[in-house]
């Protein structure tokens, strides 16, 4: 299984841009879908999740701003990101609690930078 994320790049405080995550490989299902991010010298935290019966949750700093979709059908999940600010600068991350016929294991994209200036 193979995560690929997409969307990166460098944006001014106030903009908006959208990621993208899609998953390949031998997927019988996917139980949860998810965006974090890491800050340079900070942990990665947890951004948003979708998990697949509902009940979307994100962090403090991104509510109302950001909007997590996912298609399960075609194994992708997105982050819309606007009003974009400094502090959301980072490399971003999908992560999926995949099942195939062998395992249940959570997968994680390679990271996509996101880089606001002021």
């Known amino acids: 299984v193979q995560l690929q994320a997409s969307g990166g790049g460098l944006v001014q405080a106030g903009g908006s841009l959208r990621l993208s995550c899609a998953a390949s490989?031998?997927?019988?299902?996917?139980?949860?879908m998810g965006w974090y991010r890491q800050a340079p010298g900070k942990q990665r935290e947890r951004v948003a999740y979708?998990?697949?019966?509902?009940?979307?949750t994100y962090a403090d700093s991104v509510k109302d701003r950001f909007i997590i979709s996912s298609e399960y059908a075609k194994n992708s999940v997105y982050l819309q990101m606007n009003d974009l600010k400094p502090e959301d600068t980072g490399v971003y991350y999908c992560k999926m609690l995949v099942i195939t016929d062998s395992t249940f294991a959570e997968y994680w994209g390679q990271g996509t930078l996101v880089t606001v200036s002021s």
């Open positions: 979708i998990p697949s019966g509902g009940g979307i």
């Open positions: 490989g031998s997927i019988l299902s996917i139980n949860g």
